[in-house]
C-alpha cells in the first residue's frame, strides 16, 4: 500500500507536476483571497479564458507560451482592471466580451491551424505531463512576488480590499494596488494554467478562501489558512491525478470541492453564514 | 456642545479651501459652485435634504472626487482621515477591531505585524474609546455604537488634522448619539478639526460651533443661531420650516399647510407642526 502511494514519487515528472501543484494551491488561495473579498471571481474566472487566447497564439506562432501568454495576459489585465475602476454601467458585461471573445479566439485559433492535441486539453483541463523546469522556476517567482505584495504591502493591500474610498483619502495609491493584485492575479493564472487547466482555475482560487472564511473572521489568519488549504489540495489532488488516471485539474479541484463540503456540514450555520456573507464583498 | 467651544479664528492658513466647485456625475451636476473653507480646529455640520450632495462635498473635500471645475486645495501635509457611512461598510469583511483599526497607520511600515509602538497606540485609543476588550472580536459581533467607535478609532490612529464624517448618527437612537456628540466634541476639544454631515438638524447640527446648509450649492453658512432661520431653511429644502426657541437652541420644525374645505364652504388651514430630531430628550420624558 504505502509502495504503491510511494511509486509516483520515483518520477521526475511526477515530483515536478507535484511541486508545481502544490505551489499552484498555495498560490492560488492566497491572491484567492483577496479575489474573493474584491468580489473580483468573476474577473479571475474571466482573465483564465483570456489567458488562454494568449496561449493558444504563442504555442501556433512557436512563441515561449509565458511571454507570449505572459504579455496577452498583463494587457487583458489592464484593460480589465480599467473597464472595472472606471465603473461603467455594465462592466461584468464589459469584462464578459474582452474574457469570452479572447477565449473565443483562442478555440478558433486551434480549429484553424488544425493545432488540438494534447497542450490544448491540457491548458483546458491541466496536465502533470509537459510540466518542465521552466514551470517549476515560473510559478516559484510568481509565488515570491505574490508573497512579497502581500507581505511588504500587507495593509495597503487590505485597506483596499476592505474600503477603497477611505484608503484612497488615507494616502493608499488604490489604484496601484488594484493594477498590482491584477499583475499577480495574471501571473498566478499564467503559472498555474498548465497543472490546473484555463477551465478550472477559478475553483483554485474561490475554494480555498470560501473554506478558510468559514473557519475564521481574522483577516491575517483567512489569508495563511488559505494557502494552507490550496497547498494541501494540490498535493493531494495531484496524487490522486496519477493513481486514478485523471486530468490533475479535476483531481485538485474535487478535492478542494470535498474540503469545502467537510467544513460547511462541519461548522454548521455558524460558517454558513460566513461563506454566504463572502460574497457581498465590494457590495 | 454649545458655543463656548467655537474657537476664535486664527489667522492660520486654512486646511481646506473650495473655490467654485462644480462636480458632476453622468451629466448632472451634484455640486454647483461650492466655495467653503475649514480651518483649524472648526467643527462645522453640513445639513441639507438627501441627494443634496453632501457625500459629494466630503469626498471633493478629501480629494477622492475631483470636480470638473473650480479648485479645493488642501494644506501641505494636511492629515486627513474618513469615517465612512455605517450602511457602506462591509461588515461580514473577516477583520477583527485590531486589525480594522490598524488600517489607520497605512503608510510607513513595511511589515504587515504591528510594531510595539503601534499596539501601544491601538489600545490607548481603543482604551479611550471604551472599546479595549473588543480587541479581538469581529466587528460584526458588535453593538452599533461600538461599530461607530472602531471606526473613530482607525481615523485616530492616523492622528489626523481633519476628521471628515458621513452620516455618523444615521439609524442611532437619542442615547447613541449623545455618546458620539460627546465623543467628538471631547476630540475636538483636543484640537481635532472636524467636519460632519448629517440630517439631525436639531439633535447634531444646532449643538454645533458652525453649520453649512447645502443644496447643490452652499445656501447658509456660519453660526447655527444665524443659518437657522426660515428663509435659509426653505431654500435648502424646498419646504417652508419654523423655527423655535427652546432654552436658547434654535428647534427647527417642519411646517405643512394642509387647506381643506368645511361644510359650509369657507376653507381652513391646519399647521401640522414636527420636530426635526430631538433638541433634549429629557423634554420628551417630562411630559405626561
Known amino acids: 500500500m504505502i509502495d504503491e502511494l510511494l511509486r509516483p514519487f520515483e518520477f521526475e515528472f511526477f515530483r515536478n507536476g507535484l511541486i508545481v501543484a502544490t505551489m499552484a494551491g498555495a498560490l492560488c488561495g492566497l491572491v484567492g483571497v483577496y479575489v474573493v473579498l474584491k468580489g473580483m471571481s468573476y474577473i479571475g474566472h474571466g482573465l483564465s479564458h483570456a489567458i488562454f487566447g494568449g496561449f493558444a497564439a504563442s504555442t501556433l506562432l512557436g512563441i515561449n507560451f509565458l511571454l507570449g501568454a505572459g504579455a496577452w495576459g498583463v494587457a487583458s489585465a489592464l484593460m480589465i482592471n480599467g473597464v472595472t475602476r472606471r465603473r461603467v454601467l455594465g462592466s461584468d458585461a464589459a469584462i464578459g466580451v474582452i474574457t469570452t471573445a479572447s477565449f473565443a479566439l483562442g478555440l478558433a485559433l486551434f480549429a484553424f491551424f488544425d493545432g488540438e492535441g494534447a497542450s490544448f486539453d491540457a491548458a483546458l483541463f491541466g496536465s502533470i505531463l509537459g510540466v518542465g523546469t521552466q514551470d517549476v522556476i515560473a510559478i516559484a517567482v510568481v509565488c515570491v512576488l505574490a508573497s512579497a505584495l502581500v507581505f511588504l504591502r500587507y495593509r495597503a493591500l487590505l485597506f483596499t480590499t476592505f474600503d477603497p474610498e477611505v484608503a484612497e483619502v488615507s494616502g493608499v495609491n488604490t489604484a496601484r494596488m488594484d493594477a498590482l493584485l491584477m499583475l499577480v492575479l495574471a501571473g498566478s493564472i499564467l503559472a498555474t494554467m498548465k497543472i490546473l487547466g484555463v477551465t478550472l482555475i477559478a475553483a483554485a482560487l474561490v475554494i480555498p478562501p470560501a473554506v478558510a472564511r468559514m473557519l475564521t473572521t481574522s483577516f491575517s489568519r483567512m489569508l495563511w489558512m488559505s494557502s494552507a488549504i490550496g497547498a494541501g489540495c494540490g498535493f493531494v489532488g495531484m496524487n490522486l491525478s496519477y493513481h486514478l488516471d485523471v486530468q490533475s485539474g479535476p483531481t485538485i479541484v474535487l478535492v478542494a470541492a470535498t474540503a469545502f463540503a467537510l467544513v460547511f456540514m462541519a461548522t454548521g450555520p455558524l460558517g454558513r453564514s460566513r461563506s454566504a456573507a463572502i460574497g457581498k464583498a465590494g457590495a | ?288
Not at chain 2, 374645505?261 to 407642526?273: F, M, N, Q, W
Open chain 2, 1 to 288: 456642545m454649545t458655543e463656548s467651544t467655537s474657537k476664535p479664528a486664527i489667522a492660520t492658513e486654512p486646511l481646506v479651501t473650495l473655490r467654485g466647485v462644480t462636480c458632476r456625475y453622468a451629466s448632472e451636476d451634484v455640486l454647483r459652485d461650492v466655495d467653503l473653507t475649514i480651518g483649524e480646529g472648526e467643527f462645522v455640520g453640513v445639513v441639507g435634504p438627501s441627494g443634496c450632495g453632501k457625500t459629494t462635498l466630503l469626498r471633493a473635500i478629501a480629494g477622492s472626487m475631483v470636480p470638473v471645475s473650480g479648485s479645493a486645495t488642501r494644506r501641505k501635509g494636511l492629515r486627513m482621515a474618513y469615517v465612512p457611512q455605517v450602511e457602506t461598510i462591509n461588515w461580514s469583511f473577516p477583520v477583527t477591531v485590531a486589525q480594522c483599526v490598524l488600517m489607520g497607520r497605512v503608510v510607513g511600515r513595511l511589515l504587515p505585524w504591528p510594531s510595539a509602538a503601534e499596539r501601544a497606540a491601538v489600545s490607548e485609543i481603543l482604551a479611550r474609546l471604551d472599546i479595549e476588550d473588543l480587541r479581538d472580536r469581529h466587528i460584526r459581533e458588535l453593538s452599533g455604537g461600538q461599530q461607530q467607535r472602531v471606526f473613530i478609532a482607525r481615523a485616530m490612529l492616523g492622528e489626523p488634522d481633519l476628521l471628515l464624517m458621513d452620516e455618523p448618527t444615521a439609524g442611532v437612537d437619542a442615547r447613541l448619539r449623545h455618546e458620539i456628540l460627546h465623543l467628538l466634541d471631547e476630540l475636538h476639544g483636543r484640537g481635532l478639526a472636524i467636519l460632519l454631515t448629517t440630517h439631525d438638524l436639531n439633535g447634531i447640527a444646532a449643538h454645533l460651533p458652525r453649520m453649512v446648509c447645502l443644496n447643490r450649492s452652499v445656501i447658509g453658512a456660519g453660526r447655527p443661531v444665524d443659518v437657522l432661520v426660515p428663509d435659509i431653511l426653505e431654500r435648502t429644502y424646498g419646504a417652508s420650516m419654523q423655527v423655535l426657541e427652546h432654552g436658547g437652541m434654535p428647534v427647527v420644525v417642519d411646517h405643512f399647510e394642509h387647506r381643506h374645505a368645511t361644510a359650509d364652504g369657507r376653507e381652513h388651514t391646519h399647521v401640522h407642526g414636527h420636530a426635526h430630531g430631538h433638541t433634549h430628550d429629557h423634554a420628551h420624558r417630562g411630559a405626561p
